[in-house]
């Protein structure tokens, strides 16, 4: 029987979960061993921008599908395992729930966080350069200011508030750990280098172009990147209108959802260039371009 409804296709799997996760940190790991072995800035320049992609995969595709209950069978798992895709990149599942669902019940109204970072970026501009915006301002500082607003300053900010405290003592627990460790080991350079430099430019880069893509200059709100390269790496996150339409949907479930709910969705992109072409689009009437942001 052909399946036709959102429910059809909301199931948990745990093998393939914890090997998609189990990929994407054997990547990172093979990555960082081959570039100190070549010992070579210009390996060097690649392999973090390579590793920021798999940092991403974990640290947002697949913490994204955790905050939503997507990957276990088991619902506790989801926080219990966070150690593997949320406390690495200072975050938490409580956290992002916080803000993240917000967005999914407000989407593009007073509430959701979208518009306002719209604003901040430069894009509603009638004069804006989205190239610039898009590729040149993150590789040249962007990038940094978002992972010190968006990961590092609710990092220390949740130290003085207890309430959140009680939520997040398991990431200072792990970095205590991590950094204890790397420094009595003598290796405290390669976590420096191989994991905070690629989270704190490479990771942020991608982070930016993410959030614009899945929203900016669309007709129905929301875009999907349909493209196999993409979606292999990132865990199915580029279909992110059927992930609007059933946020319960797995990820491994989100292209055969799809294909059967919304293969006719207006803002459909197959690359980075498709989507760069649809950021260029002239504002007409049935494009969300803009929300007016109130400021206090």
């Known amino acids: 029987m052909m ?29 960082i061993a081959f570039s100190i072995w070549a010992d070579n800035i210009v390996v060097y320049l690649v392999s973090i921008w390579i590793i920021g992609l798999f940092q991403f995969a974990l640290g947002e595709a697949m913490l994204h599908e955790a905050v939503h209950d997507n990957l276990f069978t088991e619902k506790s798992w989801h926080e219990k395992l966070e150690f593997i895709y949320g406390l690495p990149f200072l975050r ?40 610039f915006i898009m590729f040149i301002k993150p590789f040249f500082g962007l990038s940094l200011y978002y992972f010190l607003v968006e ?19 398991k990431r200072y627990l792990f970095w205590i750990i991590v950094i204890l460790g790397f420094s009595w080991s003598g290796h405290l ?23 614009v893509q899945q929203h900016f200059n669309t007709y129905s709100g929301t875009r999907s990147l349909v493209n196999p390269f993409y979606d292999f790496l990132f865990h199915n996150g580029g279909y992110h209108y059927v992930h609007h339409l059933c946020p319960t949907i797995p990820w491994y479930k989100l292209a055969e959802a799809h294909q059967a709910l919304c293969a ?15 950021f260029l689009r002239k504002t007409q009437d049935g494009i969300v371009t803009q929300i007016i942001v109130e400021r206090g």
Request: aromatic share 20%.
């Open 92 to 131: 938490t599942i409580h956290y992002y729930r916080k803000h993240h669902f917000a967005h999914h019940k407000y989407l593009w109204s007073e509430g959701d966080y979208v518009p306002e970072d719209y604003e901040i970026l430069g894009l509603n501009k009638q004069d804006k350069n989205v190239f």
């Open 264 to 278: 006719d969705n207006p803002d459909i992109s197959h690359g980075i260039m498709d989507t760069y072409r649809q």
């Open 151 to 169: 990961v590092l300053y609710p990092f220390i900010q949740d130290i003085w508030t207890f309430d959140t405290l009680k939520t997040s003592y």
């Open 189 to 211: 350079g390669i976590l420096f280098f191989y994991w905070f430099v690629p989270l704190s430019w490479c990771f942020s880069s991608y982070s930016i172009f993410s959030e």
């Open 3 to 31: 399946q036709n409804k959102p429910i059809d296709f909301i199931e948990r799997n745990n093998i393939k979960s914890l090997l998609a996760l189990l990929r994407d940190w054997i990547a990172i790991l093979l990555i």
